[in-house]
């Protein structure tokens, strides 16, 4: 049976809106990620079969295929092609979905699975934004309009969804907000991402953690709907980052002299409600671990996305998962989220958990516009 191997990961420092990356174009900041990929990996860049790269807002800045424009401006091989994918903020995990299926087909050896997002120069919504300025209708038509009837579709209303269907207080959502923040602050000061990151333009560390933060502080927020518990303490932080990485063949790793740091166990993607759109990490999940065989107490490290407080402890509730093995550097409300780069993030922050720790399993998964989520466990090697 083919197997497909994680050989490298990388990413940037997750920058916060308008802090230390915001400047950088996000075509550079991926240039940049993908440079430290082949450097590190020490692989031969022309051996690349494709290059794979989740972006959300492919607009302005980000458009024109991404993936090919970030290859070439490190400077490698003209002869290796690139794509740029969207399954929301799935993005990149879906491209390492893509580069492993690649691999395990049998009809490629070498993939760079990759993700960029600069939301400070290119702004979640611009996409939407343009085409609401040219009269064109939202993304939902009339078809849609038949099916779920005329109402709001949001990921700021499915967050508070989860919170009136899992009974969560604000006192609930922001003690798991702070909790992350002082998991990442901590990880930061133990040095726990340094070989991860690849430093640009003189930012070496996360910004987004605020270690000084309190419940008093987070208590004083308004909430960013009237009647609701979500407050930006409890959502996902505006980011900028990249991440990528190598996934090889059998055949790959002996031709070109490479190590083996992880195999891609299994892969699972499914669908959920799209108007609640941030359930999907459950079923997910549960598909995945009958997939692999797998009990969740058998997996020793697990990222999932935290674009609201909501998602991972409706997720905790319902897998029964080790909350202490969950996140245990923290998440997306302390870290950020970059949107189209958050997956391959995400990938490169649990192969090198699992690398500290010497756990075996790790489990990433993400909630996605649509009601969608991809789940992928991997085994270190």
């Not at 005329?150 to 700021?156: A, L």
Request: hydrophobic residues 40%.
């Amino acid at each position: 049976m083919a197997e497909a191997y994680i050989v490298g990961a990388v990413r940037t420092p997750v920058g916060k809106k308008k802090g230390g990356l915001s400047t950088v174009h996000p075509t550079d900041l991926a240039a940049h990620t993908l440079a430290a990929l082949v450097e590190r990996t020490g692989v031969d860049p022309a051996a690349v079969d494709d290059v794979i790269m989740g972006c959300v807002m492919q607009f302005g800045p980000q458009s024109m295929d991404i993936a090919r424009n970030a290859w070439l401006s490190a400077g490698l091989p003209e002869t290796v092609p690139g794509v740029t994918i969207d399954r929301q903020c799935g993005s990149s995990q879906q491209a390492v979905h893509f580069a492993a299926q690649g691999v395990l087909s049998g009809t490629q050896d070498l993939v760079v699975a990759a993700g960029v997002e600069s939301m400070s120069i290119v702004p979640m919504g611009s996409s939407i934004t343009a085409a609401l300025e040219k009269g064109m209708p939202f993304p939902f038509g009339d078809k849609w309009v038949e099916r779920y009837g005329k109402q709001e579709i949001s990921q700021f209303r499915g967050a508070e969804l989860m919170c009136e269907k899992w009974g969560f207080s604000r006192e609930e959502l922001d003690r798991y907000a702070y909790e992350s923040h002082q998991r990442a602050a901590k990880a930061i000061a133990n040095g726990h991402f340094k070989e991860q990151i690849a430093p640009i333009n003189g930012v070496e560390d996360d910004e987004g953690p605020r270690p000084d933060t309190t419940l008093e502080k987070m208590a004083e927020l308004k909430t960013l709907r009237e009647g609701g518990r979500i407050t930006a303490a409890t959502s996902s932080q505006i980011s900028d980052g990249s991440g990528a990485v190598l996934i090889a063949s059998e055949q790959a790793v002996r031709e070109h002299n490479l190590t083996p740091r992880a195999r891609i166990v299994t892969l699972s993607l499914v669908g959920d409600d799209p108007v609640y759109m941030l359930t999907a990490p459950i079923p997910a999940t549960q598909k995945a671990l009958k997939r692999a065989g797998l009990s969740i107490d058998q997996i020793d490290v697990v990222e999932i996305n935290e674009a609201f407080a909501p998602v991972p402890l409706a997720w905790l509730k319902e897998i029964g998962a080790d909350p202490e093995r969950t996140n245990p550097n923290g998440g997306a409300i302390a870290l950020g989220h970059p949107l189209g780069g958050t997956g391959a993030i995400l990938m490169t922050k649990l192969l090198h958990e699992l690398e500290r720790t010497g756990g075996r399993y790790g489990l990433q998964t993400m909630c996605e516009g649509g009601g969608q989520a991809n789940v992928t466990i991997i085994e270190r090697l």
